[in-house]
C-alpha cells in the first residue's frame, strides 16, 4: 500500500510479506530522504533490498537487488531501521520463517 501526501510531498507504504514471499514497493518520486523501519515476525528474519533498475524493470521482474545491511548484517532479526539511497526506484521486503512488515517514507 503506498500513500502520497500531495501537500508535503511525501510518500508513505507499508510493505508486507508472508513467510518465504516478498513484497516490492515502487518509488515513482523524486527522493531526498527515505527511511525504512522493518519488524519481522516472532521466530523470523527479513531481508530487505534495494534496486536502482527502471521502473519498468522492476515491474517486469528484470530489476538485480542489493540486500541493504543494517548494523552488522543484511538478515534482519529483531526490529530495525534505516536511511536507504534517494536514488533507488524499489525497495523489496522478504520474509523468513516468519512474516515481515516494511513502513517506508521518501520526501520528495
Known amino acids: ?10 510518500f508513505y507504504a507499508e510493505l508486507t510479506a508472508a513467510a518465504g514471499e516478498s513484497d516490492i514497493v515502487v518509488l515513482d518520486i523524486a527522493a531526498s530522504s527515505i527511511a525504512v523501519q522493518v519488524h519481522p515476525g516472532a521466530g523470523g528474519s527479513a531481508v530487505l533490498s534495494t534496486s536502482c533498475r527502471s521502473i519498468a524493470d522492476v515491474e517486469a521482474g528484470n530489476a538485480s537487488w542489493i540486500d541493504v545491511q543494517i548494523g552488522a548484517s543484511t538478515a534482519l532479526a529483531g526490529d530495525s531501521g534505516a536511511e536507504l539511497p534517494a536514488a ?16 517506508l517514507a521518501a520526501l520528495a
Request: charged fraction near 25%; hydrophobic fraction near 50%.
Open 1 to 10: 500500500m503506498a500513500i502520497t501526501d500531495g501537500d508535503r510531498h511525501r
Open 88 to 103: 533507488i526506484t524499489a525497495v523489496r521486503l522478504t520474509a523468513v520463517g516468519a512474516e515481515a512488515i516494511a513502513h
